[in-house]
């Protein structure tokens, strides 16, 4: 490849990678910014209770986790470009519905057709596409940085925002994002689409469902979604009903807890490279029980939730922060994107499963049951977690093999070598994918190993 070659696959690169990070931000910064006011100004419409106002929330997270794997399906037959202006599409036609509705039923079924929307998966796999090896790791943590980005600010900006357009004004916001998030659409490559993982799909799920580390962190997502989505069908209301607070003010309150929760995170993302990951993990978890149980006891004290709020949101940003790299981690040679797919699964599910279960018992038992039964939940994922060991951190690589010889032998030589923790051979397209541990691996032996399996140079 000649260096102007090289030059325009990273202006390819960064021109995709930055496209799909607006796409994103704004879309999810549309729906985030409904989370901390829509339990108090859902409470107005027609029929409205505290089970359908988290019925309401968690629709969105039940149609994404149904349809987060047809839709990467979809766009691996028909192409990644039609299926992302496919999935705004229903994003902008549910912000609609919702905003024309009076009543709850139809706030829901819009929230349903926003998340029939689900294009994360499809975005994931454009990134495969596109992006090389060698930047695929920045370019998803620039994703991930846009996500997070969009969080904070629809808690922070969405009170505000609610107070000057109204519940009908945020749903119309929504439409006019999405729409400009299409725009952005159109501008993305849409390269002739690939497998960005060679093994067969059913060989992948069965890999990536029948692996209990990737289970652990799959719970791990579905509880901690499920716990915030639980916590913000009451919290809103908490809020205005026993501190008297407008929705300026929660703005305010949104804003210190969480640069506050980000800072104190720091020290523990540092010591988590260092000391390992799991033993912060848990930390972590052990932090969300208690800011929960804080919650809980909060009363009418407003320094009680800045201080539940504040533990909450360190604890939150912590994990959020770990689970997915730890995903990359434990996936099997071969697996990263199903894996990741059935991570995201599991999220939205917990976004659903938070909203129903909040809204549940807010309406039968009361606020206080809410956190508690959040807190019961973690502890429970806490527990889950003993045994799991610290994962090694692991490189990818990919050999090309030559065509005439055993391929089971081959592969079976390749795990032989020192520090080749897996090597996973497909033979259609001839090729070894192996995940290796670089503190272990004897670089001379699977570099001579590799002279003899690969591929002669012409």
Known sequence: ???????????????????????????????????????????????????????????????????????????????????????????????????????????????????????????????????????????????????????????????????????????????????????????????RVRSSEPLPAAQRFRTVLGDPVLRRLDVGILVLHMTMTASFVVLPQLLKQRLGMSLEQHSLLYLVVLVGGFLAMVPLIIAAERRGAMPIKRVAVGLLIVAEILLALAGNTLWHFVLALFVYFMAFNLLEALLPSLVGRAAPAGTRGTAMGVY????????????????????????????????????????????MGELPKLDNRVIRLASAQDWDQAASRLRSVPGVLEAVVVAEQRLALLKVDNKLLDEDALTALSAEVQEPRA
Not at 362 to 374: D, R
Request: charged share 10%; no cysteine.
């Open 344 to 387: 995201s699964t599991s999220q939205f599910l917990g976004v659903f499963i938070g909203g129903q279960l909040g809204g549940a018992l807010y309406q039968w038992v009361g606020a206080e049951a809410v956190f508690l039964g959040s807190a019961v939940i973690a502890v429970g994922w806490l527990l889950y977690l003993r045994g």
């Open 1 to 191: 490849m000649t260096d102007a070659s090289r030059a325009a696959l990273r202006r390819t690169e960064l021109t995709t990678t930055g496209s799909l990070a607006a796409i994103f931000a704004l879309r999810m910064f549309g729906l985030f910014m409904l989370l901390p006011v829509f339990a108090v100004y859902g409470a107005e419409l027609d029929g409205a209770t505290p089970l359908l106002i988290g019925t309401a929330i968690g629709a969105y997270g039940l149609m994404q986790a149904l349809l987060q794997i047809p839709f990467g399906m979809l766009s691996d037959r028909f192409g990644r470009r039609p299926l992302l202006l496919i999935g705004l599409l229903l994003f902008v036609i549910g912000g609609a519905v919702a905003a024309l509705s009076d009543s709850i039923h139809g706030v829901i079924l819009g929230r349903a057709l926003q998340g029939a929307g689900a294009i994360a998966s499809v975005i994931m796999a454009l990134i495969g596409d596109v992006v090389s090896e060698q930047r695929r790791t920045r370019a998803m943590a620039l994703i991930g940085m846009a996500v997070g980005s969009s969080f904070i600010l629809a808690l922070i900006l969405g009170p505000l925002l609610a107070r000057w357009l109204g519940l009908s004004g945020l749903f119309w916001f929504t439409v006019v994002l999405g729409l400009a998030a299409m725009l952005v659409a159109v501008w993305v490559p849409s390269p």
